[in-house]
Structure formats: C-alpha cells, structure tokens
C-alpha cells in the first residue's frame, strides 16, 4: 500500500509520468529535511513523495510573483522533459524550494506518486534528487500540520490512487496497432544507428513492460510537449492513453522517417546524441528498477582515496587529478565514462612507491641456490658474481642475466630462487608467442577494452616496483613487421638507462622500472634478435646426464613430490636402479621435467595403495602390508610399457648405416642415423630423403663426390678412371623423416656411410660421429659438442669420432663421468674418421695395407 498523505513537488514546465526517472536540483530547509529523511532510512524503508505538474504561468502571474516571492522558480529542465527545448546538463540546472505560495494556486489536481531513489550533494544546502514516477494520483486536499504554518513549509496533500484495469477495457484492434508502434520505433532506432546497449533496452521494455507502463515511457523518450506530457498524464482511462500514446507515436515515426530523408532541420528535430542522452536516462531508469543503483559517487570517493593513497609520482598525480575531474563530466552508462574508470583503477592499483626491503647477503644467496639445485656449478659461480656487484655497485645497471640451455633444465627455477635469496617478489612473463608490440608496451586508451603492456601488469600483479621478473623464452618472440617489432620493446625495458621511464602505450605515462631485476631465459640464441642479446649476459645450461638426473631425482625431484603429495620420505622408496631406469626408458630430455612428472605418477600410485590400505584397516594404520619400496618390475605396471631403449639397441650393424650426432636447436643433442642404399638405375643419381635442407643436400653431394674421387685408394675399384656408379644410383635417408634436418655436421657420417655401402664395411652400432667435411677431404669443427657427446651417452655410444679441433669443447664442456665412460678420437680428415670408424671390421684392415698404397 502506497501511502496516502505525501509531500508535493510542484514541477515547473515539465512532467513526471510513472516509470520514468527524474533528477530535479532541490534547496532549502524543506529539501534538507526531505533527504535528511532519505539518508536516515534503512534500506527496506522507500520516501515516497508527489510530483504535481503547474499550470503555466500567465504574463500577469509573473508580475504578481516578483512583487510576492523573491524566490520564484526559474524555469528548468527536468530529465524527462521534452525534446523540443535545448538540453541543460543535469548539474547545470538551478535549484528549485520545494513550494512557493503562487506555485500552491497553480498546482494540478493530480500528479504522479514518486519514490526518491537517489539523492546527491551537488553544493552547500543544493541536492540532485532521483525520482521514479510509480502511479498516477489525485491531489484530494492539503493537510494542515502544525509545523506547516510557514510560507514555504513543505506543502502536504491527500491523495488518491487510480485503480487501473490493466488491459482488459482495451479494444484489441487499438492495442495491437500500438503494440506496432512501439516495434517501429524501436527499429527507426536502430536505423539510426543508436548503440546496441540502448536498442536492447528498448526491445527488451518493448517486449516485457506492460502495454500501459510501455506508453508511459514512451512518451517520454519521443518528442512531445509539456502540454501533452500532461494530458497523458491527467489520463485515466486505459483505452484513451492507449490512444494518445498511439497519436503521438504516429507523428514522431513520420517526423523520423521525414528527417530520415529530407536532411534539412526540421524544428524539434532529435539530434543523435540527444536521442541518446534520453535513452541512456531511461536504461538508467531501468537498472534502478532492477535494483542496480550504483553508487557512483561514493566510488568515486573511494576512488579518489586510493589514488592519494597509491603515493603516485607528481607527474602522475596531475593526469589523474584531470581524469578525476573529466569523469566526473560523463555519463556514468557511457562507454567513456568506463573507458577513464579503468584507467584510474590501474592508477591507483600499479605499485607506483610500494615495494619490498631488498635483503642481499651475498652468502644467503649462494645457500639458497645450493639448496635448491644440484650441481650447476659454473652458473651458480656466475649468478653469486652477478649478485656481488649489484652488491657492492648498489644499482641493478650490470647487464641482464639471460639463462640458455634445455627445456627442463631448471633456467626458471633458478630464477625463483634469485628472487627468493634477495626477498624480491617473482613474477614470470612468458614472452613465448608475442608477436605485438603492443603485448608488450599496451594499447592506446582509444582501443576497445584496451589495456596496458605485459610489463605493467607484471608489476601490477608482483604489487611491487622491485620485483624479479623472469622474462621466460625470449627466443620465441615472433618478429612481425606488421604488428611493430616486440623486440624493440622489450629493448627500452632491458636497457637500464632507458627504463627509468618506461612508457606504456595505455598508460601513457613514464614509469620507474630501473627497480627491477629482469633476468631472461632461452632454449636457444639463435632467435634472439640481436640488440637485445647485446644487453644481456649469456649463461649457458647444458642438459644432463643420467648420473646427474639420478643426484636431482634422489635430492631434489622425489623430496619434492613427497611434499606435494602429503608423503613422508619412509612411505615411497626409489633405489637408484629404479630412477636410472625411469630416466633411461622413460624419458629423453635434457632436463629432468619428464623425469619429475615420471616420479609424480610413481609417488600418485603409491598414494592410491596407501588410500585403500587405511580405508580398509579398522585403526587407519596400514601394517607391514604396504611395502614402500618399488622395484624396477613395478614400473611396467605403473608407468605402462617403456617407451623407449637404449637408441643404439634399436639397429644391427649394417653396411651402408652409420650413426651420427646432431644437434637440435633448442639445446638437445640426440643420435641420428644416415642411412645409405644402391641399385642399378642411370647410374650416379643421387637420392636424398628426410626433411633435408640446402646445407646436409650439399654435404651429402660432396660426400659423394669424394668417395667416387678416392674409390681406387678405398680399393672400391680396380683403376682409378672406373666409376663406382657407373650403372648404380644411390638413395641416402636420414630416418625420422618428418623432423627437419640441416647443417654440414652429418659430412663425415655420410663419406662414411657411402663407403661402409660401397666397400661393405660395418661401422659399429655404438661408434656416432660428427664433422664437417671439405672437398678435399678435411674434416672442420662443428657446434654443440657438449650436447652431442651427452645424448651420445645416454644413447649408449662408446666410440665418438669429433673433429680435431672441437676437442678443446670435450676437455671443456663434457662431464668428467662420460670421458671416462667414452672413447673419444680426434680426426683431421676423413681418413681418420674411416680408419677409427671400421678399425673392427676384419676386411678394412685387411685392405687397409692396400689403400695405404694406393695413396
Ligand atoms: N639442477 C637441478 N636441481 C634441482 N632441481 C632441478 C635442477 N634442474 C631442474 N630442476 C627441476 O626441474 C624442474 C623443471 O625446471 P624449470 O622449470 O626451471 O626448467 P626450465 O629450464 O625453465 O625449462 P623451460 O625452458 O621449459 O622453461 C623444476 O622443478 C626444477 O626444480
């Protein structure tokens, strides 16, 4: 029940209609007491009061009001009024007293009963005050109160509520051509491209309002007059505001359609905008029906409070103070008014002073490191060097640490644990796949939920200015000329005299980031573009052997799932055997990611048994059934078949077959095998098959070469004028055919195949070789030894045949335990590489005698 004793509003030139909000602009003690009443409620509790349209003022009225009321009402605009007058901003319009003794003679008798849904503070004694028209009412009399003796007292009438029979009087006929209409109008609107938000709206009270409330709103949206404001309101009876309503949508659809076509200014014409400010008042209206009325100005309040609080730099404050002061301006429904929102939210969120206390004992940091990894000696030496000058210089301007090596080989964990020894907060940004600049530096505020670069909301999610920040695979940014370079970017980050005022696109704005420790990572340096491999401090990680993997496993691996796992170190047991076989069978990485997921899957199954154990036993305790410890039998079970052997077991020794080493980019070293065949054909063709590229084709055409060149000397031929593949073509394969294969390393792999075919010699399954062969026979150094002779290990090789002058990389790079484990020769030509490549093979040394003097 609406109540029925309600203080009036009297509105000057304009007209509230039920279901549509309205902001009048109130003053004085009558308006002080009224939201003092508003702000007092609880939040069931509504003030309702009743907006009464006045009778216009005549010329003589006004004579009499200036000599009786000094405080006449201006004229105003409501925000419901009609189009046809020049749109006053909301905080623009003037403050209204609640009633004067002329507006009480000019009073309607009806008016329209409204619940304060809002109030603001707009000055000193001035608040803007939201009113939702709900029902239509006759004024029945005034009520005199004690206190209402004033003049300007609050004037307070009876009223009385219309009964409406929603519908049922309507003829059908009526109502269904208004009801087409409304979906006209709607869709002139879309016609003329209104924002899809508001076209939503309006279908969505199209289709669900009720047909009378549906006028009602209507009439407010389309151009009408004060005077027919009125009479829709002062209508009672359903069919005939139906019919009003129906009238004055007809004339605004002929006026749109009009101005659709004719483009000359027509008197009343709806500019867009000001179509749009209307119906973003009533999606205003709506959302405050649905009870989503935000609290703009308390947020912005709140807003304003973080901003002083985030401590911004002084060039910082003063954007933020005119943001403030140009939001404060918009439509808080308007995409603008989102659009500055979220930028002064990262203001006041991006940690422009805060940051940790810097904690670097150089000798915490060497523990830390040595607690967590195994082995890794070289590179933590460097990062203890790395840490001692920021040290001892006080600044973060050494060059950037960038760590290469193998997936899985602890570059990232490494990091983490930097971050720890100095107490820094770690954030990791993982550059794989940027191929934008704008990923890395942030959209401009102009873009369609634009937001600021990867470096900015790294800090923004670290908290800090000072954190470390990992930029993870910076090799595999993608270099695009058509989205700008990200490289360039990340250039102004890295270089620490530029960075103290880094700017990002979206902020637009200069920050501070010579605070933080980045540190790089990368499986390979090829890709990195080269200024930025410029600034950065190479440290190179090598993969890992099994013995290696077996300490990690045993130290670091295993201790670690326990943990995850909620298991004690006495309820899973791995022998060594065990890990060694995970490693082996299980895995082939340089690293030990795979060998970690392996032992997770072994500490998950022994969970389960564990699980099931105290499930069944009635005390919890599992007894001497469970047994810990795994045996290497256990594996199969657990882990399902081995998915691989030892690489070398999987060939015979074969003429024409012969294994060599490679080298992927990304770090990994493995086994390859060159396969070599002949058969009768036009004779010297030379087939090659295996996803080669440019530079293995020419080596093996080289190869070729040289062994039809010395096929006397190799005793292949009885002259020398006779050609080995005279009536013979030859087809070399690399298997795994589908991986890309190239570089000049497979030389000496390949002479030897062809020869090993030609004079059917066998090369040893477990002798790898690699060089790099001239014409003339000489065999040249080739990169990534050290991965090379590791997978050769792990692969089961125990002859390497490497070029003379890569043997300082063995003495250098290769562990101690693989030397021993390894025969190592040294070849300058390819004579060298035959003679240690079938110095088994009883036929080769038989000949051997021969070809000596053939040479
Ligand atoms: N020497 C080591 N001692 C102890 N644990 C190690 C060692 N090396 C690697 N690990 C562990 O191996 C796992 C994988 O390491 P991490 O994620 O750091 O590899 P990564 O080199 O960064 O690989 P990617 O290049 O794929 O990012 C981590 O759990 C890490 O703790």
């Excluded at 403030?324 to 002064?344: F, G, M």
């Excluded at 000072?466 to 102004?492: F, M, Q, R, T, W």
């Excluded at 699980?611 to 410890?629: I, K």
Aim: include cysteine; charged fraction near 25%; hydrophobic fraction near 40%.
């Amino acid at each position: 029940m609406h109540p029925t004793t309600l203080t009036v509003i009297p509105l000057e030139d304009k007209v509230l209609l039920p279901g549509v909000v309205m902001r009048l602009v109130l003053s004085g003690p009558e308006a002080i007491e009224l939201t003092r009443r508003f702000f007092k409620k609880t939040e069931q509790q509504a003030i309702y009061v009743v907006c009464v349209p006045l009778h216009p003022l005549r010329s003589n009225d006004i004579a009499d009001c200036t000599s009786q009321a000094p405080q006449v009402p201006l004229p105003q605009q409501g925000m419901a009024s009609g189009y046809d007058k020049e749109q006053q901003r909301p905080d623009q319009q003037q403050p209204q007293t609640l009633v004067t003794p002329l507006q009480h003679a000019r009073l309607a008798s009806f008016g329209c009963l409204a619940k304060l849904v809002r109030v603001q503070r707009s000055g000193v004694g001035i608040f803007g005050v939201y009113m939702e028209g709900i029902q239509r009412c006759e004024l029945v009399a005034p009520v005199t109160t004690t206190t209402t003796t004033s003049s300007t007292s609050p004037l307070v009438f009876q009223v009385r509520y219309n009964q409406e029979t929603i519908g049922s009087s309507i003829p059908t006929g009526l109502m269904d051509a208004y009801m087409k209409l409304s979906k006209e109008f709607v869709q002139q609107m879309r016609q003329l491209q209104m924002p899809d938000s508001l076209i939503l709206q309006l279908t969505k009270m199209t289709n669900t309002l009720a047909p009378l409330a549906l006028a009602d709103l209507m009439i407010s949206i389309i151009e009408t007059s004060f005077d027919e404001k009125w009479n829709m309101l002062a209508t009672t009876e359903p069919t005939k505001r139906i019919t009003l309503a129906s009238t004055l949508m007809q004339r605004q659809l002929q006026v749109l359609h009009i101005s659709q076509h004719v483009h000359s200014t027509i008197e009343g014409k709806l500019t867009k905008q000001q179509r749009e400010f209307y119906l973003r008042q009533q999606l205003d209206a709506i959302r405050q029906e649905l009870g989503h009325e935000q609290k703009e100005e308390d947020e912005m309040a709140e807003l304003n409070r973080r901003l002083v609080e985030a401590n911004m730099p002084s060039h910082v404050v003063v954007i933020a103070q005119r943001e403030l002061k140009r939001i404060k301006r918009l439509q808080p429904s308007s995409t603008e008014w989102a659009v500055s929102r979220n930028y002064l939210e990262w203001l006041a969120e991006l940690p422009w002073a805060k940051r940790t206390e810097d904690r670097l004992d150089v000798s915490d940091a060497k523990r830390q490191l040595e607690g967590d990894h195994f082995g890794l000696d070289q590179v933590k030496k460097r990062i203890i060097e790395h840490l001692s000058v920021i040290k001892i210089k006080g600044d973060l301007k050494a060059p950037i640490l960038c760590f290469v090596g193998p997936p899985g080989v602890g570059k990232t964990s490494l990091g983490k644990s930097i971050a720890k020894a100095l107490s820094r907060e770690f954030h990791r940004l993982s550059l794989g796949g940027v191929r934008d600049e704008a990923d890395v530096r942030g959209h401009r505020r102009t873009y369609v939920g634009s937001q600021p670069g990867l470096v900015i909301q790294g800090l923004h999610k670290a908290g800090v200015n000072n954190p470390l920040i990992l930029l993870d695979e910076i090799d595999k940014l993608v270099h695009s000329s058509h989205y700008g370079d990200p490289g360039a970017a990340l250039l102004e980050v890295l270089d620490p005299e530029q960075n103290n005022a880094f700017t990002d696109h979206y902020l637009n704005l200069a920050f501070d980031l010579s605070n933080v420790l980045f540190i790089a990572t990368a499986n390979s340096l090829d890709t990195i573009p080269g200024p930025l491999l410029d600034r950065m401090e190479v440290i190179q990680l090598h993969g890992y052997t099994f013995e290696e993997k077996l300490h990690i496993a045993k130290t670091h691996l295993l201790p670690k799932q326990l943990v995850a796992h909620g298991l004690d170190s006495k309820d899973v047991i791995l022998s060594d055997e065990v890990i060694l076989k995970m490693a082996e069978n299980y895995t082939r990485e340089s690293g030990v990611r795979t060998l970690e997921r392996t032992i997770a899957s072994v500490v998950r199954a022994k969970c389960v048994e564990l699980a099931a154990l105290r499930e069944s036993a009635a005390d919890g305790q599992v007894g001497p059934s469970y047994c810990p410890q795994i045996q290497t039998d256990d594996l199969a079970t657990i882990l399902g078949i081995a998915r691989f052997d030892k690489e070398v077991a999987e060939r015979d020794d074969v003429p024409g077959v012969v294994t060599g080493l490679a080298y992927g980019g990304s770090g990994n070293g493995s086994i390859l095998f060159v396969e070599a065949t002949k058969m009768p054909g036009k004779g010297g063709h030379l087939q090659l098959t295996g996803s080669l590229g440019d530079v293995i084709k020419e080596s093996a055409q080289i190869a070729l070469t040289w062994v039809k060149a010395h096929a006397f000397e190799l005793n292949l031929t009885a002259t020398r004028r006779t050609n080995i593949v005279e009536f013979d073509d030859v087809h070399i394969h690399f298997p795994s055919g589908s991986i890309p294969k190239d570089g000049p390393s497979a030389g000496v792999t390949l002479v030897s195949a062809l020869v090993s075919l030609f004079g059917e010699w066998q090369v040893p399954a477990t002798t790898a070789m690699s060089g790099e062969i001239s014409l003339r026979g000489q065999v040249l150094p080739v990169g990534g030894i050290k991965e090379k002779v590791i997978s050769a290990h792990r692969a089961g090789i125990r002859k390497v045949i490497l070029p003379w002058r890569n043997q300082k990389d063995v003495d250098a790079d290769v562990p101690l335990p693989i030397k021993m484990d390894i025969e190592f020769v040294y070849a300058k030509t390819i004579w060298d590489v035959l003679n240690a490549a079938f110095v088994k093979d009883e036929k080769w040394s038989a000949n051997r005698i021969a070809f000596e003097s053939h040479l």
